[in-house]
């Protein structure tokens, strides 16, 4: 019966996955049509709100304590405003494929991070992950020249974009430790979509007016962004986290840049060249390695065979 469980958690897992590399088209597609700042603001607003109407209907609405608060601003700042502002801006100067790709080294940045500012064990398998990585991500953004022969800027604020939202997961790693992991992300998402809102009226001045544009589709796509990509995949997958644990799904955050790539071939038709895969191929041996991930399904290998041998040693 556990076991049927975890594989209708693991369906619903990839198909948060599809989603969610999806969406990263559809953030590209919104850039195209508004000006990206004032876009998000309002995209990450709506999202922060579905999140509370649907904590509302399960009860699990509180006031945070006054420490729950400031982790609340600080992950606000690093994962909304921060990794958003450079996502956005990020895709209205690069491709989504390389967009999707680099955004696939969230989980080693957020290991590196974790190195440094919570002295996390550094293994022989989880260094080699992170410059396997690391290699993977150069090959993509050295390869991707942008005006003058030199790195795109496009690729440095996409990069820049998964370092803030690795930092993110430091503070929610934190919070979460009292405060619900959904009822963080409703705080982070509608306050954070505040700073974006504000910083979007000094860098955007006509960015008011660029909503008011925009077809029925491209509405569409912003609606299915804000509620199904960003609230209620946020909120599905944080549930999942609780069942089957981070490290197993965790796992499943490496289908994101194929995806991406498969949305933007399709939805885009942007050419996947061979230096693109050899980059993901790359990147997601290095993520599973990198982020102990590898070494978890080791471990859990090592516990059941035990497990086995001992349930096949008191039945002799």
Do not use: C
Not at 261 to 271: K, P, Q, R, S
Not at 289 to 315: P, Q, Y
């Amino acid at each position: 019966m556990e076991n049927t469980n975890k594989k209708h958690i693991y369906i619903i897992l990839f198909l948060i996955m599809i989603v969610w590399g999806f969406n990263v088209i559809a953030t590209k597609m919104l850039v195209t049509s508004f000006l990206p700042v004032t876009m998000t603001a309002f995209r990450i607003f709506i999202a922060g709100v579905s999140v509370f109407i649907i904590l509302f209907f399960l009860k699990q609405i509180r006031l945070p304590s006054k420490k729950e608060f400031q982790y609340i601003i600080l992950g606000g700042l690093l994962g909304v405003v921060g990794h958003h502002y450079y996502l956005s801006v990020g895709l209205s100067e690069t491709t989504a494929s390389n967009g999707g790709l680099i955004l696939g080294l969230i989980p080693l940045i957020t290991t590196i991070l974790s190195i440094f500012l919570l002295n996390a064990k550094v293994t022989l398998i989880r260094f080699l992950g992170i410059v396997l990585g690391l290699v993977g991500v150069s090959i993509i953004v050295f390869n991707n020249r942008g005006i003058g022969g030199g790195i795109s800027i496009g690729d440095l604020h996409i990069f820049l974009s998964a370092l803030f939202q690795g930092a993110s997961f430091i503070v929610i790693k934190k919070a979460a430790k009292t405060l619900d992991p959904r009822l963080l992300t409703g705080y982070m998402l509608v306050l954070g979509s505040v700073f974006l809102f504000i910083l979007s009226l000094f860098l955007e001045p006509e960015g008011l007016k660029s909503m008011t544009t925009g077809s029925v589709s491209i509405w569409a796509i912003f609606f299915a962004s804000a509620i199904i990509a960003t609230a209620l995949g946020h909120m599905i997958y944080n549930a999942a986290v609780g069942k089957v644990g981070a490290a197993e799904a965790s796992i499943f955050i490496n289908l994101n840049p194929f995806f991406a790539l498969i949305g933007a071939a399709i939805f885009l038709n942007e050419v996947i060249t061979l230096t693109q895969i050899l980059g993901f191929i790359l990147i997601l041996i290095g993520v599973i390695f990198g982020s102990g991930a590898f070494e978890e399904m080791l471990r859990a290998n090592r516990r059941k065979r035990e497990n086995i041998e001992m349930s096949n040693s008191s039945s002799v």
